[in-house]
């Protein structure tokens, strides 16, 4: 199972920044792509953004022009910098390991997309 430490989320006011961690552990970016989702309550899950060495970067809509997604290879770790933050922005993150399959990106292994611990970002008005 792949290991992930996230950090980074708190709380901020809309057009406030912040950048969100997630170190992987045992595994290397040669073995996976990486990504992001995020789940509001009452909202399904989202896919948020992914960086894969073949294809590049992805965003969804809503965060495309705000979010940089980036990996530091020395440090094994994903960051996720989110700018202009708005209030629909808040919703707990969650970082992945992903697999492109069918015709989106999805969590590697056998959790749901928006599994483990996560980091909560909230955004107020």
């Known amino acids: 199972e792949v290991q992930l430490v996230e950090s980074g989320g708190g709380s901020v006011q809309a057009g406030e920044s912040l950048r969100l961690s997630c170190k992987l552990i045992?595994?290397?970016?040669?073995?996976?792509?990486m990504g992001w989702f995020r789940k509001a309550p009452g909202t399904p899950c989202e896919l948020v953004s992914t960086?894969?060495?073949?294809?590049?970067?992805y965003y969804s809509d809503p965060v495309k022009g705000r979010f940089t997604i980036s990996q530091d290879y020395a440090k094994n770790t994903v960051y996720l910098q989110m700018n202009s933050l708005k209030p629909e922005d808040t919703a707990v993150y969650y970082c992945a390991a992903v697999v492109w399959f069918g015709r989106t990106w999805t969590r590697a292994g056998p959790h749901e997309d928006c599994w483990g611990q996560g980091t909560q970002v909230t955004v107020s008005s």
């Open positions: 960086i894969s060495r073949d294809v590049g970067t």
């Open positions: 045992d595994y290397t970016f040669d073995d996976f792509d």
